[in-house]
């Protein structure tokens, strides 16, 4: 399968949208934490199985990605994105089955393992693309695509609460809400496949956008897990993900649990508005601090991310219940700095590795997202479930699991310190390089 190339005079500034409409949509697994009370409530789960769909969804990201990486090289974004597309949207049907018929594996298999597929190929699906349109701007322009799966909890966690509000909170409301999510994700994601584009050979070149994408230093995605550069970055977005998931998977009851026994109590309408405003840190995040780190370095900014979201972790742990402002503005920061390292470490591999496969580069660091997706929301929900045991309520349910995400953060930054450049022996001949990337254009 060819992917379609741009024809003449085709703006690059086309691109960014086909990709949003795709990221926007798979961002939905963000808002996951509004439907997490509705269903321990429907269903009877405790915290941590009502979050088992989401962690499998995170995992099967990760494995999708890293397994995937080279398809979607070798096919194109369009494809990717058709993937992403059926994967996702019918993993919200299998979950409304699920859902309807109160059979809890449903929703894990078709939330958790269908639509995590979907996830994955739909988040890697236009990165190698947009970085060969914007070899001048990298961090921009995958901060533009990324912010949008950070941003689809803005729209996709007001949307889901009122639906829970207007089709009720049981088995049968949560099931229309999730068939609504799969037929409507489906059309906007179908404007994605129809609209993206992959540059031409004499673009890719540099006469149309600037300078070359393939200039410099080029790894291949095989040589790339051998070096130590890989697996730097891979704990380190490892770290950087953990502290985040961790909050932004449970964000709806841990926000109302440290104010549950104050005078401002939040309610589950504003819980799900808090939900909305995480997004919309990580989102501002993603494009924020990528475009940033054109001007500053990918090293200096994860810097940043790792040592500031420490001190945001200690701030809200040893303050946090005591002003809801400062546990909102921490956490906000916190997510800022989730939604930039995604959206930074296309460049980051970029930088490292050069253009040359760094999409199956990319998919395959993902992996690292996977075992975050399940540490970070197995590390809160699992010392809350047993604090609650242990007759703890309120803000005490979390003071451990936010000291953990300091030390893995504080990891993090030191894995980030190690970062060298990438030895000779493993970049590719540019002979090699240019036939791959003629091999590419279609005759």
Not at 175 to 196: N, P, Q, T
Request: hydrophobic residues 50%.
């Amino acid at each position: 399968m060819s992917p379609p190339v741009a024809p003449p005079g085709w703006s690059r500034w086309l691109v960014p949208p086909a990709a949003l409409s795709v990221h926007l949509s798979i961002g939905q697994a963000y808002a996951w934490s509004v439907f997490k009370p509705p269903l321990e409530s429907a269903l009877h789960l405790s915290g941590t199985q009502s979050a088992l769909p989401f962690q499998l969804a995170i995992v099967m990201l990760g494995l999708s990605a890293a397994f995937g990486g080279t398809l979607v090289e070798r096919n194109g974004p369009r494809w990717a994105m058709t993937v992403a597309l059926v994967c996702f949207s019918t993993g919200f049907l299998i979950s409304a089955l699920g859902a309807q018929t109160q059979q809890y594996w449903l929703i894990v298999l078709g939330y958790g393992f269908v639509g995590g597929i979907g996830l994955g190929i739909g988040y890697i699906s236009p990165v190698s693309t947009l970085i060969k349109w914007f070899p001048d701007r990298p961090g921009m322009a995958t901060g533009i695509a990324i912010m949008g799966f950070g941003g689809g909890a803005l729209i996709a966690s007001p949307w889901s609460a009122q639906m829970l509000q207007s089709f009720g909170s049981d088995h049968s409301g949560i099931a229309l809400a999730f068939l609504v999510h799969g037929l409507s994700y489906a059309v906007f994601m179908s404007l994605g496949v129809l609209l993206v584009r992959v540059p031409r050979s004499e673009d890719r070149a540099g006469t149309a956008v600037g300078p070359s994408a393939f200039e410099g230093v080029q790894v291949s995605a095989r040589s790339a897990v051998r070096t130590p550069q890989f697996w730097c970055l891979w704990i380190v977005l490892c770290m950087n993900v953990t502290a985040g998931i961790g909050i932004l998977e449970k964000a709806a009851p841990m926000i109302t649990d440290f104010f549950a026994d104050t005078s401002t109590p939040v309610s589950a309408s504003a819980a799900a508005g808090f939900v909305a405003l995480l997004s919309a840190a990580n989102m501002a995040g993603r494009i924020g601090w990528s475009s940033a780190s054109d001007l500053i370095g990918r090293k200096n900014v994860y810097r940043v991310y790792l040592s500031a979201g420490a001190i945001m972790y200690l701030l809200i742990a040893s303050f946090g219940d005591s002003s809801k402002p400062l546990f909102i503005l921490c956490a906000l920061v916190i997510l800022s700095f989730y939604g930039g390292g995604f959206a930074t470490i296309p460049a980051y591999l970029k930088d490292l590795f050069g253009a040359y496969q760094v999409g199956a580069i990319h998919g395959r660091l993902l992996t690292a997202w996977s075992t975050a997706g399940v540490l970070g929301p197995l590390i809160v929900n699992w010392i809350a479930d047993h604090q609650k045991e242990a007759g703890k309520h309120g803000s005490s349910l979390y003071g451990l699991s936010f000291m953990i995400m300091i030390g893995l953060l504080v990891i993090g930054f030191a894995a980030n310190e190690l970062v060298r450049p990438v030895h000779p022996r493993h970049h590719v001949p540019a002979p090699k390089e240019a036939a791959d990337g003629r091999r590419e254009q279609p005759a």
